[in-house]
C-alpha cells in the first residue's frame, strides 16, 4: 500500500512546459556550444559503449570537474544534478529540523519532507536577507540549514555573517551555490576545512542542465559518509563522457559565455527597471525578480499570449505580483523588454 500519511503534504515539483517562441524561465545558459566542439563530443559519444554500466566513480569526470572548479577530486561528490545532493544532505545529515529561508528554491522543502523532517521556514527581511530575530527562535529545532546562495528566486546573496552566525550555533550549513559562476562569492574554504559546512554546485547553469550533474564538496570525511548511501552509476555513462568533454575543450567558451550573460543582466535590469511600475530586484544570478502593479498570473498569462515564457514565483510568501525573468541572449533580452512594456501597458 501507498503511504500516504507521508506523501499527503507532498505535490511534484512544479516547472514551465509551455511553448513559447522566447524561453526565459528556467535559468538555464542561453548559447548553445560551437558546432564542432558538440560533433566532437558527440563523436566520444558514439565510442562509448551504453551495453555497459558507466563508470561508477565517474573518475574522469571528477577530475575535470576538480581541475574546472580548482578543489581536490577527494573533496568532490557527484550527484545526478544537485537536486540529488540535496535530497543526499537531507538524509544523512543531522536528524532534527531543517531551517529553510523562504522564499528559495522548492527542493530543500521537498528533500526535507521526503527525509521525514520537519522543515523551519523563517520568512527573510524586507531586504530579502536571512532575518537573524526570527532566526533565533528556531535555532534550537534545527541541525540543518540549508541557504541558496545567491538565493533562487530573489537574486542576492544572503549576508556571509548571519550565514556564520548560524552555523556558530552548532547548526550544519549546505550552501547551494548553483548560481556561483555569475556571482564570484564562495564557501569553498570552508568546505574545504570544516565538518559543519558543505557547497553544492551544478553543470546546469553553464550550459549542461540536460546532463545532470551536480557537485557536492566537502572535508573527505563527509564525502566518504555520503558515498554510502549514493546511488551506484548515478551519473549516465553519456553524462560522463559528454560534460568530461566540455569541461575540457570548452572551459575558455564557458567563462566568455557567463561573462556575456553578467553583461546582459545588468542591461536588462537597467532597461527593466525603466519601464513604468516595474520594480527590479538586484541580482547576482542569471536571472531577474521583478515586481508590477498587476497580479502576477495575469502578467504571465499575457506575457505567454505574446510569446515569451518567463516564471511566476508570485505563489511564494513575500513575492506578491512578482515573476521571475533569466537572462537571455540579448535579442531574446529585447524581445522580452518589448512585450514587457506592450503587456503592461496594455493592462
Ligand atoms: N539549486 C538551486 C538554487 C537551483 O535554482 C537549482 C535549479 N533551478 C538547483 C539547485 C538544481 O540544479 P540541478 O539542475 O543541478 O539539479
Given at each position: ?29 542561453p548559447?548553445?556550444f ?27 569526470l ?7 572548479i ?27 529540523g ?25 520568512y ?5 536577507d ?36 548560524i ?22 574554504n570552508?568546505?574545504l576545512?570544516?565538518?559543519?559546512t ?22 573527505k ?29 570548452a ?13 546582459e ?24 525578480l521583478?515586481r ?32 521571475r525573468?533569466?537572462?537571455g541572449?540579448?535579442e531574446?533580452n ?5 512585450k ?8
Open positions: 500500500m501507498i503511504n500516504k500519511k507521508k506523501l499527503d503534504d507532498l505535490s511534484p515539483y512544479k516547472t514551465e512546459t509551455t511553448k513559447c517562441k522566447v524561453r526565459l524561465s528556467s535559468n538555464e545558459l548559447f548553445e560551437p558546432t564542432e566542439i558538440i560533433y566532437e563530443a558527440l563523436r566520444q559519444v558514439d565510442e562509448t559503449k551504453i551495453r555497459l554500466y558507466p563508470d561508477p566513480e565517474a573518475k574522469r571528477k577530475e575535470a570537474i576538480a581541475d574546472f580548482g578543489v581536490p577530486e577527494e573533496n568532490i561528490l557527484l550527484g545526478n544534478g544537485s537536486d540529488e545532493l540535496i535530497y543526499y544532505i537531507s538524509l544523512v545529515i543531522g536528524e532534527k531543517v531551517f529553510i529561508p523562504v522564499p528559495t528554491f522548492p527542493m530543500y522543502l521537498i528533500s526535507t519532507k521526503v527525509a521525514g523532517r520537519k522543515p523551519f521556514e523563517v527573510l527581511d524586507p531586504h530579502f536571512i532575518d537573524v530575530e526570527r532566526t533565533k527562535s528556531v535555532l534550537g529545532e534545527v541541525d540543518l540549514a540549508f541557504f541558496s546562495y545567491p538565493n533562487n528566486p530573489t537574486g542576492n546573496l544572503f549576508s556571509k555573517e548571519k550565514i556564520n552566525f552555523r556558530e550555533k552548532g547548526i550544519f550549513i549546505a550552501v547551494d551555490e548553483a548560481y556561483y559562476n555569475y556571482a564570484g562569492d564562495t564557501f569553498i570552508e568546505a576545512k570544516r565538518e559543519d558543505v557547497v553544492l554546485r551544478t553543470l546546469s547553469k553553464i550550459g549542461m542542465s540536460g546532463l545532470r550533474v551536480g557537485v557536492l564538496i566537502g572535508v570525511e563527509i564525502i566518504r559518509e555520503i558515498e554510502k548511501i549514493r546511488l551506484p552509476f548515478n551519473i549516465s555513462a553519456v553524462s560522463q563522457v559528454i560534460a568530461t568533454y566540455l569541461l575540457c575543450r572551459k575558455d567558451y564557458i567563462k566568455c559565455m557567463v561573462d556575456k550573460v553578467i553583461e543582466r545588468e542591461r536588462l535590469e537597467k532597461e527593466m527597471s525603466r519601464i513604468k511600475g516595474v520594480e527590479v530586484f538586484k541580482s547576482k544570478a542569471n536571472f531577474i521583478f508590477t502593479p498587476f497580479p502576477a498570473d495575469v502578467v504571465h498569462k499575457e506575457l505567454i499570449k505574446e510569446d515569451v515564457l518567463v516564471r511566476d514565483v508570485s505563489y511564494m510568501p513575500l513575492l506578491e505580483r512578482c515573476l525573468v533569466s537572462v541572449k540579448p531574446d529585447d524581445f522580452f523588454l518589448e514587457l512594456r506592450i503587456v503592461l501597458e496594455r493592462l
